[in-house]
């Protein structure tokens, strides 16, 4: 459903990481899919192979082991799979290096029959997390000029690149300015998480260019103290690897542990006095971990409950 509306207001299409959920996204009626990852394992590229069948499905490699066996499932499925050369920019993650290495792959991936060199991918995940503008856009900068140089590697050998794809919520406006992006990748805007909340605008205030939008309802199950307040979500109910939730829209409350069923809070002056019973919103320090906990959206608007929404692709591992 959020593919869906998002298309409907201009993306192309959306991104995934897994077979799994690009499956779950296609039969949901998304016709055109990123798979920003590298798939390895005789059933998932054939199911990958069966997707392309169905819907455009592109797909990453960094070494010359994917091109091959991608080269041979395309080839026995009777599909031509377009391919992405993912190029490390920062992350040292995935990806091969800018420059020759990237050239080598590319110019292998263009002369297969089977698939078809679309173009590069570079997404810079860590650079989005550093909470200083200047230091986002300087990483986002030396991106950029590792892949304008590599670019100008594969004109010269007569490759065309007409895609470069990466990017995302924290550095999405210098990619798009960088003038060697065609594409960008935000997908956290959506629900805009507590970290992202984090990141620091060019005066030195948070940023906030999208709303908050996702929140887990939570119940004040304790009040030990006139200083603190346990809450029924824990970690079975957030994801707290980047960081713990805030409470929304209460100052002088904060959320500061997690255990599994318990969340401690800590009231200063709050502008409200919490009692047991009362209801609470927690923006999650991580949406994606977060929403994979779940089965339900439940869409509200103006305190109503307007739409519940399956989460298809939760669990989704393979």
């Given at each position: 459903m959020i593919a869906l509306r998002q298309?409907?207001?201009?993306?192309?299409?959306?991104?995934?990481?897994?077979?799994?959920?690009?499956?779950?996204?296609?039969?949901g009626g998304v016709r055109d899919v990123l798979i920003t990852n590298e798939i390895?394992?005789?059933?998932?590229?054939a199911r990958l192979a069966g997707l392309a069948k169905q819907a455009r499905i592109a797909v990453c490699a960094d070494h010359l082991r994917h091109v091959e066996d991608l080269e041979e499932t395309a080839s026995f499925f009777g599909v031509q799979l377009p391919v992405l050369v993912e190029v490390n920019v920062g992350s040292d993650r995935c990806g091969v290096e800018p420059g020759e290495p990237a050239l080598t792959l590319a110019e292998r991936i263009s002369r297969s029959r089977a698939l078809r060199f679309a173009g590069i991918q570079a997404y810079y995940g860590s650079a989005q997390h550093l909470r200083e503008f200047g230091e986002r856009h300087a990483a986002t900068d030396r991106a950029s000029l590792s892949l304008r140089l590599t670019l100008e590697l594969l004109r010269r050998h007569d490759i065309a690149c007409d895609n470069v794809t990466g990017g995302g919520t924290g550095t999405y406006n210098f990619e798009a300015d960088s003038g060697v992006f065609t594409e960008i990748q935000p997908?956290?805007?959506?629900?805009?998480?507590?970290?992202?909340?984090?990141?620091?605008?060019?005066?030195g205030r948070p940023i906030m260019d999208f709303a908050h939008a996702l929140f887990v309802y939570t119940t004040v199950m304790s009040r030990p103290t006139q200083e603190r307040a346990v809450v029924d979500a824990g970690l079975k109910a957030l994801s707290v690897d980047s960081g713990m939730p805030?409470?929304?829209?209460?100052?002088?409350?904060?959320?500061?542990?997690?255990a599994d069923e318990h969340g401690k809070l800590t009231l200063q002056s709050p502008d409200r006095p919490l009692r047991i019973g009362d209801k609470l919103l927690l923006v999650p320090g991580h949406c994606d971990p977060t929403v994979n906990l779940y089965d339900w959206y439940v869409g509200i608007r103006a305190?109503?409950?307007e739409a519940l929404w399956p989460i298809t692709a939760r669990g989704a591992v393979a």
């Open positions: 298309i409907a207001l201009g993306a192309v299409g959306v991104c995934c990481q897994k077979v799994s959920e690009a499956e779950a996204m296609v039969y390895v394992g005789r059933n998932k590229l997908g956290s805007y959506v629900f805009m998480d507590a970290d992202y909340g984090r990141n620091l605008g060019a005066d805030f409470v929304f829209g209460a100052s002088g409350v904060e959320y500061v542990r997690a305190s109503r409950v």
